[in-house]
Structures are given as structure tokens and as C-alpha cells.
């Protein structure tokens, strides 16, 4: 299924504004997140484990256990980003 993935932030700095990925049916966020990490080495270095991270599907802020939907905007921040 497609799913809408946008950055915000510094994250879409180094990554631009967004991207359309194929993910399984039933794929959580975390596993999302896992898929663009394997994706490249700047959405490696950018998304990595290591880094805390907000997200959000569908403009409500979320967990990484959240499931994702077909046709859904899945977004990715850092905890703290200006207005």
C-alpha cells in the first residue's frame, strides 16, 4: 500500500519535504521508520534509532506501534521544532 511520508524540520533539510513509499499492509510506524532507515544512507543517518523522534499519521501525533493505513500521511519531527 502507498503511504505519504513528509519531514519537517531538520529532518526535511537533509531529506527534502517528502516522499511516496510502498509499505506492506499491516506495517506498523516503527517498521516504516525501519524501511526508510534501509532505504539509504541519509535516511539512515537522519531517522536512525538513535535519535528521538515525534511522529505523527494523519496529522495525530502517535507511537511507533501505531498501524499504518493505506493512503495515509505518515510525518516525521524532531521533539522540538519552531513555529
Not at 506501534?65 to 493505506?70: E, R
Amino acid at each position: 500500500m502507498k503511504v505519504q511520508v513528509r519531514y519537517f524540520a531538520s529532518i526535511r533539510e537533509a531529506l527534502g519535504a517528502g516522499e511516496t513509499i510502498e509499505v506492506r499492509a499491516g506495517a506498523t510506524v516503527g517498521e516504516v521508520r525501519d524501511q526508510l532507515i534501509a532505504s539509504s544512507p541519509v535516511h539512515a543517518a537522519v531517522l536512525a534509532r538513535s535519535k528521538a523522534l515525534r511522529c505523527a499519521l494523519n496529522q495525530v501525533l502517535c507511537d511507533e506501534s501505531t498501524l499504518v493505513v493505506a493512503d495515509a500521511e505518515l510525518a516525521f519531527f524532531p521533539p522540538v521544532t519552531g513555529g
